[in-house]
């Protein structure tokens, strides 16, 4: 009995964290473009210059606090249910909420930085993010602990936790992270900002070939053929924008992307963006 009311809190933790996690990756989404950016952007009802930056700005520092807390949740909860435990035993109960986090914090990594975060330095993440805190009740009720926890040895005093971020979560936090990629693109294109929205597809398509060629096939399972799908996306946006967009202008391609789907832009022809043209 003890040991199922374990796993229940577990399970009850991850799902928190994973909750946690996407509202963290939905705020990234909402991120307007960086300064020296915006001047160049399409968009005709984009907000003012200096309006933009201040909201750039709070929701850069709600996506610290909120990643701050899910690693502090996360420690905590190894603490509370999973020092001393048989990790493996309780693996498959705390995976989704880790792996749902690693995706957030690969795919801000990706977007903000454009480069892809080592396991070691999630873990190190982690553990400043519990030093930072020490004696603070995490904000967020959640984070499954994740991966084999190990407590460092002043065990007397406020002990410093390190989680270690096991590599088979790893992976498939970074595989669910194209999806994402590739859903920041196409916003972008909406947007009219087709030169980020490049640089990411240039990301998008690096990262699937490095975890296609790098990575066993077992351990993706049905993760492939998503991870394939979401680059052929992204590249058919930015394609259909750079080879077409010359015929017609730019709201056009905005208003086919964000209203009609990625499947109309990729088929109308002439006709149909005209029907658009019309509409505006």
């Known amino acids: 009995m003890v040991l199922h ?17 996407k509202r963290l990756i939905f705020l990234l989404h909402r991120l307007p ?14 907000a003012p210059l200096a309006s933009q930056a201040e909201e750039r700005a709070q929701l850069l520092e709600r996506a610290t606090q909120d990643r701050v807390a899910i690693c502090r949740s996360l420690a905590s909860l190894h603490d509370r249910e999973l020092a001393g435990q048989n990790y493996y035993r309780f693996r498959r109960s705390f995976a989704p909420g880790l792996e749902e986090f690693l ?3 690969t795919f801000g990594a990706l977007a903000l930085g454009g480069r892809l975060p080592s396991p070691a330095e ?10 930072s805190g020490a004696g603070a009740e995490p904000s967020v009720p959640v984070s499954d602990a994740a991966a084999d926890s190990v407590v460092d040895g002043n ?41 980020r929205a490049e640089q990411v597809c240039v990301i998008l398509r690096e990262l699937a070939a490095r975890c296609e060629s790098q990575l066993p096939p077992q351990l993706l399972r049905g993760k492939l053929p998503t991870m394939r799908a979401s680059v052929l996306k992204a590249e058919a ?8 967009g010359s015929e017609y202008p730019q709201h056009m391609w905005q208003e086919a992307v964000a209203g009609h789907g990625l499947e109309a832009l990729a088929l109308a022809g002439p006709s149909e963006l005209d029907n658009v043209d019309a509409e505006v």
């Open 122 to 131: 999630l873990e190190s993440e982690i553990a400043a993010a519990v030093s």
């Open 155 to 195: 065990a007397a005093g406020g002990s410093r936790v390190s989680v270690r971020v096991p590599v088979e979560e790893y992976a498939l936090g970074v595989a669910d992270a194209t999806g994402e990629l590739m859903r920041a693109c196409i916003t972008l294109v909406a947007r009219g900002e087709v030169r």
């Open 103 to 105: 995706e957030a914090a």
């Open 33 to 46: 473009p960086p300064e020296h950016e915006r001047a160049v952007a399409a968009n005709a009802t984009a």
């Open 5 to 21: 009311d374990r796993r229940e809190r577990i399970v009850h933790a991850s799902r928190d964290t994973t909750i946690s996690s």
């Open 237 to 244: 946006a930015c394609f259909n924008v750079k080879v077409r």
